[in-house]
T-cell receptor, first 118, second 117 residues
Framework: AQTVTQSQPEMSVQEAETVTLSCTYDTSESDYYLFWYKQPPSRQMILVIR??????QNATENRFSVNFQKAAKSFSLKISDSQLGDAAMYFC???????????????FGTGTLLAVQP | GAVVSQHPSRVICKSGTSVKIECRSL??????MFWYRQFPKQSLMLMAT?????????EQGVEKDKFLINHASLTLSTLTVASAHPEDSSFYICSARDHRVLGYGYTFGSGTRLTVV
């Protein structure tokens, strides 16, 4: 079974600085998808960024980028120019590349609570 | 973008009563919907996966008779907490998958905070 591990329960960053959140996963599959979700105090889950395992290029969305190391099974999230609105719980998630049935589900890590200091 | 509406956002009920939570995909058809439970400062725990027109697939340890899931149409799934007790108090979140988007397309509802007194 696949697992997702986030080893940093809490992180803190100064406004305008850069922070990296760690995520590792375990799978025997070669085709899969990885995601970072943000959950602010409103508790609405918001997709931050996604990565297809078959793509070697790291995904980037504005100030958010990932460092995808497939061999190491690592998928870290870098937030540049941190803003107060980035304060939230961040979840790393995995989804199998096999289609149909239970493989559609997202497997979440335990989350990292990010605080942004003014 | 895709929108999922979840209602109610908050509900308080007496112990022993049943509560129904609705999850609707507003601008896309969702053949698959997911129900999660989340405790404070913890991750989302998948309870069940529901496919339109068929029985839900429950995760290990989730009581099927307690958490009744119905996915009768391509845009609506409901979670009924039967005979709720204080230990069922939690935050419940639904997610719908837009199958037009290959591989991803997961949209989450805004959640329901259930308090059983």
């Amino acid at each position: 079974a696949q697992t997702v591990t986030q080893s940093q329960p809490e992180m803190s960053v100064q406004e305008a600085e850069t922070v990296t959140l760690s995520c590792t996963y375990d799978t025997s599959e070669s085709d899969y998808y990885l995601f970072w979700y943000k959950q602010p105090p409103s508790r609405q889950m918001i997709l931050v960024i996604r990565q297809e395992a078959y793509k070697q290029q790291n995904a980037t969305e504005n100030r958010f980028s990932v460092n995808f190391q497939k061999a190491a099974k690592s998928f870290s999230l870098k937030i540049s120019d941190s803003q107060l609105g980035d304060a939230a719980m961040y979840f790393c998630a995995y989804r199998s590349g096999t289609y149909g049935g239970a493989t559609n589900k997202l497997i979440f890590g335990t989350g990292t609570l990010l605080a942004v200091q003014p | 973008g895709a929108v999922v509406s979840q209602h109610p956002s908050r509900v308080i009920c007496k112990s022993g009563t049943s509560v129904k939570i609705e999850c609707r995909s507003l601008d896309f058809q969702a053949t698959t919907m997911f129900w999660y439970r989340q405790f404070p400062k913890q991750s989302l725990m998948l309870m069940a996966t529901s496919n339109e027109g068929s029985k839900a697939t429950y995760e290990q340890g989730v009581e099927k008779d307690k958490f009744l899931i119905n996915h009768a149409s391509l845009t609506l799934s409901t979670l009924t907490v039967a005979s709720a007790h204080p230990e069922d108090s939690s935050f419940y979140i639904c997610s719908a998958r837009d199958h037009r988007v290959l591989g991803y397309g997961y949209t989450f509802g805004s959640g329901t905070r259930l308090t059983v007194v």
